[in-house]
């Protein structure tokens, strides 16, 4: 049996149970630019009442910096049009700056605009904003989410906006995340002793990405929640250093199965924190891989659960 990344992505089918994620999204998208941002605005404020995400060093504001400067001095109807830019993708100057940041300086981006919204220095709505009957019922969908998927919710709002270039950018000189807690150097996964595997997602709570990359197939593939396959190991590299980092990694139980070629499939459940909100957000997530019969990684899909009862969801179909 010879796999293709299309049929690896239909290892353990059952796991892809509908995730509120992308419905969510999808109504977002429906919405006036207004609403956009006031449901956006609204749901981070909301969600800020638990949980918020850690302060932004210094060391990652400075790529956002000049663009943030930019915006502070605006007048505020031609602040609220450049939020307005950035939610539509329009090509202009601010949106194309923003559009050339990397995942993590777009959130220190709005984290700071937040900032300055709660200072009263640039406002959040236009004034007089009175919210539809659109922007109150997604909200309350929001509000029903796990704070895992709000978070998901949120940054991947963040990601989608602005004017994108047709490179992706480079992290290269970007800090590192400070670990929150330290991460598990150990781990032990019920169920799985295959070395790759447990090999894995120890590196990645290193931060080890050389040695993660090492381990797929040169042709491997690694499918984040919500995205396509990244194949290579070149772009697999630079897809960890930009949004891997600082992630706690703390699976919990997996299944295993052989088959009649001698690769194996594997499903891994557990929690991943990322360095954004430290211990404070589990993330309910599951690993699924394809290793060849050499035990090597030809395709690992990470998959967002629907909700914790998915972490036992542990059958091979
Ligand atoms: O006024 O094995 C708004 C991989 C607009 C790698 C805002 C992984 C309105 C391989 C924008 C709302 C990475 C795939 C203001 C594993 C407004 C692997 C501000 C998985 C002020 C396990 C909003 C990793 C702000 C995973 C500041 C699953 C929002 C990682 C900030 C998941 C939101 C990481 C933040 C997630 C969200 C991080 C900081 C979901 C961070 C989310």
């Known amino acids: 049996m010879t796999f293709t990344i299309e ?31 006031a449901l956006l605005w609204y749901a981070y404020t909301e969600m800020g009442r638990s949980i918020t995400p850690a302060a932004v060093g210094a060391a990652r504001l400075q790529f956002a910096e000049s663009l943030l400067h930019q915006i502070r001095h605006l007048s505020s109807s031609d602040q609220l049009q450049a939020m307005r830019d950035l939610a539509n993708r329009a090509e202009t100057p601010v949106s194309r700056s923003y559009g050339a940041f990397s995942v993590n300086t777009k959130l220190a981006f709005w984290y700071e605009l937040g900032e300055l919204m709660k200072q009263g ?12 009957a659109g922007v ?73 990405f050389e040695t993660a990359v090492a381990l797929f197939t040169d042709d491997g593939a690694l499918q984040p929640p919500f995205q396509k396959p990244i194949v290579g190991h070149k772009a697999i590299a630079r897809y960890m250093r930009a949004e891997a980092q600082g992630l706690n990694i703390m699976p919990s139980q997996g299944i295993s199965d052989t088959l009649p070629d001698g690769s194996k499939q594997f499903k891994v459940t557990g929690i991943v924190q990322t360095p954004w909100f430290g211990v404070n ?13 050499e035990g090597k990684i030809y395709f690992v899909a990470i998959d967002m659960l629907a909700s914790p009862q998915e972490l036992l969801n542990l059958s091979i179909v």
């Open 7 to 37: 049929s690896a992505q239909a290892i353990f089918s059952d796991t892809q149970v509908r995730s509120p994620i992308p419905a969510t999204i999808a109504q977002f998208e429906k919405l006036d630019v207004d609403d956009k941002l």
């Open 281 to 293: 957000v589990g993330m309910n997530v599951s690993w699924r891989f394809l290793l060849n019969p």
């Open 136 to 208: 109150k019922a997604l909200l309350e969908t929001i509000q029903k989410l796990d704070a895992g998927q709000q978070i998901t919710v949120l940054r991947n709002a963040v990601v989608d906006m602005g004017f994108s270039p047709d490179v992706a950018p480079s992290t290269d000189k970007e800090p590192l995340f400070a670990r929150t807690a330290p991460a598990p150097t150990q781990i032990e996964v019920a169920g799985i002793t295959e070395p790759t595997i447990v090999s894995y997602l120890e590196a990645l709570n290193r931060d080890d």
């Open 121 to 132: 220095i640039v406002a959040p709505v236009p004034s007089g904003y009175q919210m539809t």
